[in-house]
């Protein structure tokens, strides 16, 4: 079974003075995300790119690229790949049930 390192790290958010913790998990471009939802209220999830890449990240399973936002619903879950045309080496995403606070953690995609 693989490992899922998760690396914790101090930064700012651009424009910020202020210092944030921040959680990077790293998979192989090949890999699946998978969003669950074990809540009663909707997960919306916003991807965002690197800055200089204007392609969908993600894909369904037939290929085609993903739009944002993402919505799981309750108890719901979603799988999605990388985009075939993406050729970053990373992207972020917010991550938000219903009124809650959002998370916005960092994936990098091991090539």
Known sequence: MANLDLDIVKKRDTG???WKTHTTFRMKWYEKVVFHNFEKEDLVVTIQAEQSFDTPVLCDASGSGVEKPITVGPRGSK???IFKG????????????????????IVIIER
């Open 86 to 105: 993406y050729e970053g080496t990373f992207f972020k995403y917010t991550a938000q049930i219903g009124g809650a606070d959002k998370e916005d953690p």
């Open 16 to 18: 910020s003075d202020e």
């Open 79 to 81: 799988e999605f790949g």
